[in-house]
């Protein structure tokens, strides 16, 4: 899970998927700023843009055709915008926009999801906690993304004893458990090492497992504090007393709901990054990069939307997959500048002060940038 090292002068292809909604005004804005990074450092590469979601779905009848699979797997490098679309509400599990995303991240191997959130000091009032609860701020969810209820079989809907009955099964083996323990003691390692690993072993197997399991691995990481946590206390915890967190260790629904929910202690889900990370193969890091927010159709074109989840992605695209952990970091600076500023997109800019649209808060990072 480590990103790799070297080879800078080797051509890189990216796809990007813009999707549904907002998705492609936020990939628009952090495609600008790639094209930025490359003029300014020489990165030798190339962007393909392709249709996911609900877009495709118009197009070629599928969320995921499969020319769009193939370059994902060619690639390895993903930045997406956001799939789901109300249009598709009825449709079948299968032909939802959404099923592009779980069949790219089923596909691709990328078991690990990565969500940072840290509240930037210039934002602790767009918060809606105390500042004295939620000031410095600073957690990373590593939400394991390819197994769990998401997957589980038997899944399905039917007609039994004259009623509709349906079921889902949240099935862990533990390999998969234990792969994902390891990423979230590798990042405490990198962070203030700490982990608490969140379950609902006093109900679930799959629970119990999962806490036995991560106890095997704990004892390679002597140097890493762990605490369990059941899920219902972590949702309180968050709000109650952020603070104590650092890593938190999640099966893949529960860090679904708890990182929609520790979003706003930001302030904004709209400010929230993830990458999406598998094995890495060789020299190559595959991963896919998205914000968290979703499509958000309600605001789409009216240049609402915040891109900075996005422009935050493409840091992390340019850490891990690219290697590139100076490229990130000045991504990250103008965004924290950008901020510092008071630029304030709609969903920040609460009932004070005009809003910044989509394109204003992108060329302040342009202009950021460049200082
Ligand atoms: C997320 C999203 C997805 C998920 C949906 C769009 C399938 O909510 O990435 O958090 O549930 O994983
Ligand atoms: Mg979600």
């Not at 990939?27 to 094209?35: M, P």
């Not at 900075?308 to 990130?328: E, I, M, N």
């Amino acid at each position: 899970m480590k990103a790799f090292q070297g080879e800078r002068q080797m051509e890189i292809k990216i796809v990007a998927l813009p999707g549904d909604g907002i998705g492609p005004e936020v990939v628009g804005s952090a495609l600008q700023v790639l094209e930025a990074c490359r003029r300014r450092h020489g990165l030798r590469l190339e962007v393909q843009t392709l249709p996911v979601g609900g877009r495709a779905l118009d197009e070629y009848g599928e969320p995921l055709p499969d020319h769009v699979l193939e370059a994902c797997l060619e690639s390895g490098v993903i930045l997406l915008g956001a799939v789901g679309d109300p249009r598709f509400d009825e449709n079948p599990p299968e032909r939802r926009p959404e099923n592009a995303l779980l069949r790219l991240r089923r596909e691709l191997g990328l078991f690990a999801n990565l969500r940072p959130i840290r509240l930037s000091a210039a934002l602790t009032d767009a918060s809606p906690l105390k500042p004295e609860i939620v000031r410095g701020a600073d957690l990373l969810f590593v939400r394991e993304l390819t197994g769990g209820i998401y997957f589980g079989q038997p899944r399905g809907l039917e007609v039994r004893d004259s009623e509709r009955v349906a079921f889902n099964t949240e099935v862990y083996a533990e390999s998969e458990i234990r792969r994902i323990a390891r990423v979230a003691f590798e990042a405490a390692r990198l962070r203030r090492k700490r982990v608490h690993s969140v379950d609902k072993s006093n109900v679930l197997e799959s629970s119990q497992l999962w806490r036995a399991v991560v106890i095997e691995v704990a004892a390679g990481y002597p140097d890493i504090e762990l605490r369990h946590i059941l899920v219902d206390n972590c949702a309180m915890q968050l709000i109650a007393n952020p603070l104590q967190f650092d890593v938190l260790l999640t099966s893949n629904m529960f860090g679904d709901i708890l990182s929609d929910e520790a979003a706003m202690l930001t302030g904004s889900i709209g400010m929230l990054p993830s990458a999406s990370l598998g094995d890495s193969q060789g020299n190559r890091q595959p991963g896919l990069y998205e914000p968290v927010h979703g499509s958000a159709p309600d605001i789409a074109g009216t240049g609402k939307a915040n891109p900075l989840a996005t422009v935050q992605s493409l840091a992390l695209l340019l850490r891990f997959s690219l290697g590139r952990d100076d490229l990130a970091a000045e991504v990250e600076g103008a965004v924290e500048r950008v901020l510092q500023q008071g630029v304030r997109s709609a969903d920040l800019a609460g009932g004070g002060g005009p809003a910044a649209t989509t394109e204003e808060v992108t060329r302040a990072v342009l202009d950021a940038l460049e200082q």
